[in-house]
């Protein structure tokens, strides 16, 4: 009986030194991967809370606390460079920083978390097991985050995508206005345009075009274009402006009303600065959607055409 006791004994001791030897006095977490995207999108994911139910896994508690999988993240802190965070699954608990560094566009995404194992043998393994576990469900996260932002219709909140110039050949005129143009006088303004061409033969080969830009408190200059199928001699006031054929064109799909648009063409800018790309020329709307006769703004769809090298 004594021995028997005594060999159960030297059992639990060597079970108890191999739990203290084998499982570390800090239980860590550490994420890494690279994402392939600009810094500035990671940021604008990653330290805008507000930004994170686009592309979190799980579902959203409220506005700092989200759920994936039986761990709940909670947002403590933001910064210019990531987020502290509290991430518990049952009743373990640690402290995590998210961080992002920039690289030739991509960025390095890192979750790190510490916390100082238990000196109870027993919650030392049941809190090993449950850093293991948040240390996967966290990785799969982040896989998420990656996926999310490596779609540029994501990360940019619109389709943007380069295609060759087709309609090189632009009649153009330009007004300016002390008000923002109404819709009946922009289409009058088009329609002049269309019937200017047709009385020299020519004919209209794609949308009509806009670009409306403040150049004062109080004044703006309009500038409409249809695309052409042949070069004529222009009227008093238009002119003939030539892009080239097969150039490059950066489009943007857009559905949705002025804020929409204004919105898309600012992160087309983004975008553009992102892959160092730069117009020579002025962007403008080609506009799909007959605005005059459509009065729901959330049904215009507008393609927005910057030229690009």
Known sequence: MKKTVLIIFAAVVIITAA???LIPSNLTINNQLTIEASDGVVAKFLTHQQRWDKWWPGT???????AYDGVQLTINKTTNGGVNAGLQQGDFKMNADINYLAGDFSAKITLGAQKQSSMNPVKRVIDYFAARELQNKTGQVLTRFKAFLEDQK???GYKIYIDKVKDPLLLTNTTNTAAYPEMQRIYTSIENLKKEAIAKGAEM???????ITQVGSKQYQVNYAIPINKKIIPGKGSVIKELVEGGNLL????KGGPNT???AFEEVKIYMKDHKLIAPAMPFESMVTDRYLEKDTSKWVTKIYYPIF
């Open 19 to 21: 739990i203290y030897l």
């Open 154 to 156: 994501n990360a940019y």
């Open 60 to 66: 959203k508690i409220n506005e700092n606390q989200f």
């Open 251 to 254: 489009i943007a799909d857009v």
């Open 261 to 263: 648009i204004n919105d």
């Open 205 to 211: 080969t794609n949308f009509p075009m806009l670009n």
